[in-house]
């Protein structure tokens, strides 16, 4: 007869095994963006997992291996591909697998569930419960900033070109509304006189759309920029303008709290505000010919909450906390660092390139 302690001690210890081989399997699951060597680094409590940058055929053997991993073992399959594919992984993961989980992987008993919503270039775009992962560097926007640009090309925080040339004013208020016409100079009751009127996709509406105050102020609101066509959903919601969003750098205690205002290139992830590059210690001087000063490559943290936009205009205080809210809800600081701790970050020479094209 079976001993009925034995038997639910038995029982939990299966439990738990069961428990401790799903993480470690969602946790492979986020290395689909490995680039190459790994280096990891222990920063104020975060893992975080760096590569050295190595040729794309590097990420490719990782997102086919990841890949194989995804499905059963076929009936009549030798379980030669799927053994080389947890070799690669365990080779390029943080947390490898232990002697049982990659048998069971190689037998195809268990699978790597895939948190992989979708991909901007090389960064892998995640859903976790209720929010939209990422980690990228950080390009600054000064877009929507009452000081953005001048006339005289110097006075303004950014390059002129940044919001276009003559003919084509993609990124400034303009006499006649379309990118052909003159754009528009702020008068003595406006925010800024002299400068320019900066424009982003987030506005207020019940504001002339020649008053600075209609967009979103990128020296004063913490802001995210989204992709254009960025389709990745959570609970059937994708990341939209207005949505909230935590921003984390490790090395700055304190998350910030956002809203996402202005839309990027498709092909492109990871820009934020003047004030939110502040927030994160994070250099802002955008005519800087240094591009270290003009941003960060790697090491920024993105949390994005679909469908929980609550309109235009808002306060900075109540985006902190509408954000602070939803990032308690979703689990904190502490699944925060689960979340991310076993993911890749691109280590490159410099900050991501700006985009000057809309």
Not at 134 to 153: L, N, Q, R, T, W
Not at 309 to 323: H, K, N, S, V
């Amino acid at each position: 007869m079976t001993d009925p302690v034995e038997n639910a001690s038995s029982s939990k210890s299966g439990k738990a095994s069961k428990k401790d081989t799903w993480e470690v399997l969602e946790s492979i699951s986020k290395i689909i963006a490995a680039l190459g060597i790994p280096v990891v680094l222990e920063v104020g409590g975060w893992t975080i997992q760096g590569t050295v940058s190595q040729q794309t055929v590097s990420k490719d053997y990782v997102l086919l291996a990841t890949d194989i991993l995804k499905t059963k073992r076929e009936a009549g399959e030798d379980g030669g591909l799927r053994k080389r594919a947890v070799d690669l992984l365990n080779r390029t993961s943080p947390v490898p697998l232990d002697e049982a989980t990659a048998q069971q992987l190689i037998k195809g008993t268990i699978t790597i569930p895939s948190s992989i919503l979708s991909q901007i270039g090389s960064t892998p775009i995640l859903g976790i419960d209720s929010a939209i992962t990422f980690e990228s560097g950080m390009v600054i926007d000064s877009y929507g900033a009452y000081h953005a640009f001048h006339p005289d090309d110097k006075s303004g925080l950014d390059i002129l070109h940044m919001a276009g040339q003559p003919g084509n004013w993609w990124g400034l208020v303009t006499d006649n509304g379309l990118p052909s016409g003159n754009p528009v100079i702020q008068t003595a009751s406006d925010p800024a006189p002299g400068f320019y009127v900066s424009t982003t996709v987030l506005e207020d509406p019940s504001r002339d759309r020649k008053d600075p105050r209609r967009y979103v102020n990128s020296e004063a609101v913490n802001y995210i920029v989204i992709p254009g066509h960025l389709d990745a959903k959570v609970n059937n919601q994708i990341a939209k303008l207005g949505d909230f969003a935590v921003v984390i750098r490790p090395e700055i205690k304190a998350p910030a709290y956002a809203v996402a205002a202005d839309i990027g290139p498709r092909n492109r992830i990871g820009e934020g505000s003047i004030a939110l590059a502040k927030a994160l210690g994070i250099p802002s001087d955008l005519k800087n010919s240094d591009p270290k000063k003009q941003g960060i490559a790697q090491g920024i943290l993105y949390i994005v909450f679909p469908g929980s936009a609550q309109g235009w205009p808002l306060l900075q205080q109540e985006i902190d906390r509408q954000g602070a809210a939803l990032f308690s809800k979703w689990g904190g600081i502490d699944k925060a660092k689960k979340s991310f701790s076993a993911t890749h970050l691109a280590v490159t020479a410099s900050a991501p390139e700006r985009a000057i094209a809309p």
